[in-house]
């Protein structure tokens, strides 16, 4: 961790013009990350804190989220109404969301109200209070978010195949709980589970847009004058999953639908491994976009499914490589057959010059425009702060990603796509025997 003080971290547009991504380590620290965005008359304010998912317990599984929600219900000074009021009465957009290794609590004002945005959203991650009835209320809350994950197939299928990957380890389990361990959190927990990780040395507090970046610190210590003295030593890091010693499984959940949901796939590479842009590559030419191989072997070539893509899961020491279709369920043999053909190619061959250059520019396309408001911005500066402390300037990034060679994104696929494969399903048959044999085989 840095020393207390201030840097500045000198990051151009692709234009070239000098936006100022500059940090400040307070007391404590906590750090203050600004972006200045010309020609915006907004701004975004986060805060975002390395506590999720990963960091719980079986026994308070899905705390991270529930306390997400809790912390909006009441302050000393606030009610959930007021808290709403407040927030409507200038236009703005007040919100939370938890993963696996974060959770953030964000506004997104006009740049008047960024004094207004950072007092709210520091109130609510500092003193929400865990009232007994509010713990009650919005424990029906999240038990109905759990209920709408289930009769979403797609949503269902994404926690299940994780637990396919990673089995009980945390970053196997899902983000939202489950309903027993929504049902037997106490008051007590979660109140302990505030105060023992919310702590500065676990926060960021990112903003970005038409924003001063000394007058943004100034308004941060203020509204943490009294909790800077509570986080003294660097948080440490993630460790665990890369020494998971069981294999991936298959995972099967009955659901009467019209169509089987399908999602296989590796273990991958953590955040910190120096695989990133090679992947994201390999990941583009596979299943990123209309012209991928498996969108044109699958929906354009044969007509066997809506809907198919791949992703990546990147956490801080593990991650994901998957695949996700959905077909009529008298197609998910052929479906089924036709992914691992296509990636028992690409481990193979890897994959092509004009594969390689779409997928660059999508990736360069996706990055640059995805950047065009303050919202993203602030989220890009408290990622990059909170999983690697620094900051890369975005021509940087974007003459990395130009520097990957097709020869690492074939090193990458032959040693990714040569692992144990896991797979999840959710659809219409009755238990796993009734399975395709070519799903029930991806495990070996």
């Known amino acids: 961790m840095r020393p207390y003080g201030t840097y500045r971290s000198a990051v151009s547009d692709p234009a070239g013009q000098n936006l100022g991504v500059r940090r400040t380590t307070l007391p404590g620290g906590l750090r203050v990350v600004t972006e200045f965005v010309p020609g915006v008359r907004s701004a975004s304010v986060g ?24 912390l909006f219900k009441s302050t000393p000074t606030r009610s959930a109404l007021e808290i709403a009021q407040v927030m409507d009465g200038v236009g703005g957009e007040l919100n939370a969301f938890t993963s696996k290794e974060s959770t953030c609590f964000y506004a997104h004002v006009l740049d008047d109200d960024v004094e ?14 865990c009232r007994s009835a509010d713990v009650d209320v919005e ?5 109905e978010e759990i209920s709408m994950r289930d009769d979403d197939p797609e949503d269902l299928l994404g926690d299940l195949f ?43 507090v990112a903003v970005a ?9 100034a308004l941060v210590k203020r509204a943490f004058a009294q909790h800077l003295h509570k986080g003294v030593h660097p948080v440490p890091r993630r460790e665990g999953a890369v ?7 298959l995972r099967f959940i009955r659901r009467d639908s019209e169509q089987a949901h399908l999602a296989l796939g590796v273990r991958a590479f953590g955040r910190h491994e120096g695989h990133r842009w090679a992947l994201s590559i390999l990941n583009a030419a596979v299943g990123g976009g209309l012209s991928s191989r498996l969108f044109q072997e699958i929906r354009e070539e044969r007509g066997l499914a809506y809907s198919v893509y791949s992703s990546v899961d990147t956490f801080a020491d593990s991650g994901a490589f998957s695949v996700y279709a959905g077909c009529q369920p008298e197609n998910l043999a052929e479906v089924t057959t036709v992914i691992r053909e296509v990636l028992a190619q690409v481990a193979s061959d890897g994959i092509t010059d004009d594969e390689c250059a779409r997928a660059k520019g999508s990736l360069r396309g996706g990055l640059v425009l995805g ?17 690697y402390a620094n900051h890369r300037d975005i021509s940087d990034t974007l003459s990395r990603i130009d520097q990957v060679t097709v020869e690492e994104v074939r090193d990458v696929a032959r040693v990714l796509l040569t692992r144990q494969f896991g797979a999840a399903v959710v659809g219409p048959y009755k238990n796993v ?4 044999a070519s799903v029930k085989s991806i495990v070996g």
């Open 371 to 387: 950047l065009e408001d303050s919202g993203s911005r602030m989220n890009r500066i408290g990622r990059s702060e909170l999983n």
């Open 209 to 217: 847009g038409n924003v001063d970046h000394r007058r943004t610190v």
């Open 47 to 70: 805060v975002w804190v390395a506590v999720g998912s990963r960091d719980e317990g079986p026994s308070v599984a899905g705390a991270a989220h529930f306390l997400e929600h809790l």
């Open 116 to 129: 207004l945005a950072i007092d709210l959203v520091s109130d609510v991650v500092l003193r929400g209070r």
């Open 139 to 143: 424990r029906q809350v999240v038990l």
């Open 243 to 249: 020494r998971l010693r069981d294999r991936p499984e």
């Open 162 to 204: 994780l637990e396919a990957m990673f089995g009980d380890h945390p970053v196997g389990r899902p983000v939202i709980g489950t309903v027993e361990s929504i049902e037997s959190m106490t008051r007590a927990q979660l109140r302990s589970f505030h105060s023992r990780r919310y702590t500065p040395d676990r926060m960021v």
């Open 433 to 436: 025997r009734q399975l395709p």
